[in-house]
């Protein structure tokens, strides 16, 4: 058996880029602005935080865990 670590460290990365986006509340709402839940049978999110500077940060943590999650099941990974 052989572990392909160039598709790991490559998976990683892309998490990582995920997780950026998901903790700035800007760049969330402007990938839903995106996403077409009609075509793709998603689940729109209940809640999508404003993109206003008094909110920056606040998708940290638990929100950022789980939109990450949340795009993960929706692309099977």
Known sequence: MHLDANRIDERIQKLQEIKRIASDPELVQMLFEF???EDNKLERPRRIPPASDANK????????????????????A
């Open 57 to 76: 940060g606040l998708a940290a943590g638990d929100e950022a865990s789980e939109l990450i999650n949340r795009v993960a099941r929706s692309i099977g």
């Open 35 to 37: 996403i077409d839940f």
